[in-house]
Nanobody, 121 residues
Framework: QVQLVESGGGLVQAGGSLRLSCAASGRIFIIYRMGWYRQAPGKQRELVASITSGGNTNYADSVKGRFTISRDNAKNTVYLQMNSLKPEDTAVYYC???????????????WGQGTQITVSS
C-alpha cells in the first residue's frame, strides 16, 4: 500500500505563486509516473502535469510556461511550482502516482487526498 500526502495549498492573489509537494510513503517498490490533477467545481478532473521516473514531463496547455513539475526520486516526492496564478486555476489539486509492487505486478494508481488552491482576482 502506498500513501500520498500533499501539502502547500492555500489562498493566493492572481499573479502570485504557490508550491505544492506530494510525498509517497509505505511499501514502495517502483513509482513510475507521478503527476498532478485538478478538479474545479462542476468540472471533470483534468491532468495538470506529470513526470516520469526518468524526468520526462507533460503539461496541460493551460499551464505551460507557468507551472513546473519536478521530482526527487530518492525522496519519492513530486513538486509543482505554480507561478502567475490565475483565478481559473482555482481547484482542488490531487497528487497521483503509478506504482508497481513488484516486476510481475500490474501498475496501480494511487491518489492523494487533495489540496485546495484558491486564486482571488
Amino acid at each position: 500500500q502506498v500513501q500520498l500526502v500533499e501539502s502547500g495549498g492555500g489562498l493566493v492573489q492572481a499573479g502570485g505563486s504557490l508550491r505544492l509537494s506530494c510525498a509517497a510513503s509505505g511499501r514502495i517498490f517502483i513509482i513510475y509516473r507521478m503527476g498532478w490533477y485538478r478538479q474545479a467545481p462542476g468540472k471533470q478532473r483534468e491532468l495538470v502535469a506529470s513526470i516520469t521516473s526518468g524526468g520526462n514531463t507533460n503539461y496541460a496547455d493551460s499551464v505551460k510556461g507557468r507551472f513546473t513539475i519536478s521530482r526527487d526520486n530518492a525522496k519519492n516526492t513530486v513538486y509543482l511550482q505554480m507561478n502567475s496564478l490565475k483565478p481559473e486555476d482555482t481547484a482542488v489539486y490531487y497528487c497521483n502516482a503509478d506504482h508497481r509492487a513488484s516486476y510481475d505486478r500490474n501498475l496501480v494508481a494511487y491518489w492523494g487526498q487533495g489540496t485546495q488552491i484558491t486564486v482571488s482576482s
